[in-house]
T-cell receptor, first 110, second 115 residues
């Protein structure tokens, strides 16, 4: 699976959009981009995933660049409960395995 | 939907004893289950993958005789830490996938402290 690079930490003001970047320059054609988050001392929570098209669900939006070498997770109106470590994971189609990197620690500030 | 539970949520055991952690999929059939370990301020590390009715596949460096995994039904997997040592103290997290997608649904985790 391709390696991902994320900033170590980010701050976001409550109520503002949080934009979390992820670089995956070695992604191959059949690999998906997954986003999970982990609130302190809890199990990870699935957020969203995509292949090449932008995706949106009730939690977030995922914007994938045309060359697929990077993506951005957008939390449209961050709340204090969104404070967590966010993991961007690239995973091959048909593969269950997830390899967690260090992720981005997002702090939402009142 | 897609809820995964773990029991216990935390456990303290003495060095040399064994401890069993249960992972259950509550509202779906989990054909594949995963066990992860997370040390403080570190990321999740996959320990093993198990398919119902089959032997687990362990990641490199994980002792299969020490971390016994049983996936006897489509809703239950267990991890037994045998002859626990203080260095086994960690946060153990399971996840499960069903036939309906490749998404993994994670349990809340079990914090193990070995004294």
């Amino acid at each position: 699976d391709a390696k991902t690079t994320q900033p170590t930490s980010m701050d976001c003001a409550e109520g503002r959009a949080a934009n979390l970047p992820c670089n995956h320059s070695t992604i191959s054609g059949n690999e998906y981009v997954y986003w999970y988050r982990q609130i302190h001392s809890q199990g990870p929570q699935y957020i969203i995933h995509g292949l090449k098209n932008n995706e949106t669900n009730e939690m977030a939006s995922l914007i994938i660049t045309e060359d697929r070498k990077s993506s951005t997770l957008i939390l449209p109106h961050a709340t204090l409960r969104d404070t967590a470590v966010y993991y961007c994971i690239v995973n091959g189609a048909g593969s269950y395995q997830l390899t967690f990197g260090k992720g981005t620690k997002l702090s939402v500030i009142p | 939907g897609a809820v995964v539970s773990q029991h216990p949520s935390w456990v303290i055991c003495k060095s040399g004893t064994s401890v069993k952690i249960e992972c259950r999929s509550l509202d779906f059939q989990a054909t594949t289950m995963f066990w992860y370990r997370q040390f403080p301020k570190q990321s999740l590390m996959l320990m093993a993958t198990s398919n119902e009715g089959s032997k687990a596949t362990y990641e490199q460096g994980v002792e299969k005789d020490k971390f016994l995994i049983n996936h006897a039904s489509l809703t239950l997997s267990t991890l037994t830490v045998t002859s626990a040592h203080p260095e086994d103290s960690s946060f153990y997290i399971c996840s499960a996938s069903g036939d309906f997608s490749y998404e993994q649904y994670f349990g809340p985790g079990t914090r193990l402290t070995v004294t």
